[in-house]
């Protein structure tokens, strides 16, 4: 049974895609390569849930992929 929330859960969504965006603004591919990195790891613990990490995992995979 599917745990991920994949519908939109901020208030304002934009926002939030500005807020990621800003961050890597000037940072060189390899420095924000590290910023996203370290982002992942934050927010999958805070996740803290295996399954849920995994499933989004393969749907980010599948994104990538075109399907």
Do not use: C, W
């Not at 934050?42 to 995979?61: M, S």
């Amino acid at each position: 049974m599917p745990k991920l929330v994949t519908a939109a859960q901020f208030a304002d969504p934009d926002a939030a895609y500005r807020a990621l965006a800003d961050a890597r603004r000037n940072l060189s591919d390899a420095a924000a390569a590290e910023l996203d990195a370290r982002l992942v790891l934050i927010l999958a613990n805070h996740i803290g849930d295996l399954d849920v990490v995994r499933e989004a995992i393969v749907l980010a995979k599948a994104s990538r992929d075109g399907r």
